[in-house]
């Protein structure tokens, strides 16, 4: 028996272990000191009651033989992948439901559509970018390479024509930056793709934070990316589903490539791979997208949104650059004086008990930035933005 060696070329230590280690350490050396959590990636507010009211009587049918249901559709059931299609329909976007797949999240999507492509695919990433992306391609044994985000280009890196790519993975609004594409930029990406005869992965799990009604919120707002993209959306951080786990990804019918159906392909992926998402939870899922759902998580997203813009205050105070924050729950900071990312990080931790993220961890174009979250508690996010605003 041989490992797939590929694995162990990961850094063994996960950027979030990482975090969670160092935060460990100064509460077992800092006992007396209060932690002022802005690192955290979770959502902290509890969900909706018309959520867990429906989970509840989902709950209450599987306990009676008339309405008990046991394997549900491969694909998802069909009243939330019709839910699903038509939250796009408002937007004014084609998504059929058949194009729809419920799962269990988009971090597992993300990693488990790579089933579907061959190791000799070239993957391109944003850099800084979201580890999962980079690790399940390296643990796959594909080539990477990065267009870099930078100060200069609002951490929106574009495509370059000269450079061949065949996988491509775009976040938008981006996590850890926050930086959103508009239309125009999406549009120069799609192009790319099509002229490269390659495919987007679009990660759209934060489109619920966007407050610019001229920024797109999916990829299939461009005309032609039926062609040439799948998009990856989640319930984690629009409606709290972090510890419940739903979401989708939309593979359109329309995409073909090396004389194949990625559709056909990603349905057999998932008959063979997933039994379903639990009918209790697809029920809770489908509430989110009423109107009544759709009000009730709002309002806690406008809840991290000014979060966000307490955040960005602070660092304004003090003349910090950053960028995110007004269409995304992520402050990116730039770390004063040239600080190295990690160094940063365990000052704020150890002087004054605040918690971020090093954008080291998101790859190199990340060193000298700090990630900050808006998903807190408003006690800790004012307490740590009036220090920061002290600095």
Known sequence: MRVNHHALELEQNYLFSEVAKRIRT??????????????????????????????????????HAETFHGYGAEQGEPFLREAIAGYYTKRGIRVAPEDVFVSDGAKCDLGNLCDLFDADNTVLLPNPVYPVYYDTSI???????????????????????????????LCSPN???????????????????????????????????????????????????????????????????????????????????????????WFRRMATKYNGTSYIIQRA???????AGQQAVHADIDYYMENAAIIKAALNAVGIHSVGGENAPYVWMQCPGN????DYFDMLLNQYGIAGTP?????????????????????????????????
């Not at 409606?239 to 419940?244: K, R, Y």
Request: with cysteine; charged share 20%.
């Open 26 to 63: 100064f509460q077992a050396n800092n006992p007396e000191k209060a932690l002022l959590k802005l690192s955290i990636g979770d959502v902290t507010r509890p969900l909706a009651k018309i959520i867990t009211d429906e989970m509840k009587a989902a709950a209450e049918d599987m306990s």
């Open 139 to 169: 643990m796959a044994g594909r080539r990477v390479i990065f267009a870099n985000g930078t100060k200069e280009n609002s951490f929106l890196p574009m495509p370059d024509p000269a450079v061949q790519a065949d996988i491509i993975y």
């Open 175 to 265: 996590n850890p930056t926050g930086a959103v594409y508009n239309k125009a930029q999406l549009a120069e990406w799609v192009a790319y793709a099509q002229q490269q005869h390659a495919l987007i992965l679009f990660d759209a799990a934060y489109e619920s934070y966007i407050r610019d009604p001229a920024l797109p919120h999916s990829i299939f707002e461009i005309d032609g990316a039926e062609t040439c993209a799948v998009e990856i959306n989640s319930l984690s951080k629009t409606a709290g589903f972090t510890g419940v786990r739903c979401g989708w990804t939309v593979v359109p019918r329309t995409l073909q490539f090396d004389g194949a159906s990625l559709h056909s392909m």
């Open 285 to 291: 899922a489908a509430v989110v997208f009423t109107g």
């Open 339 to 342: 600080a190295d990312s990690w």
């Open 359 to 391: 954008g080291a961890g998101f790859g190199s174009a990340g060193q000298g930035w700090l990630r900050f979250s808006a998903f807190g508690a408003r006690e800790t996010v004012t307490k740590a933005s009036g220090i920061l605003a002290s600095l």
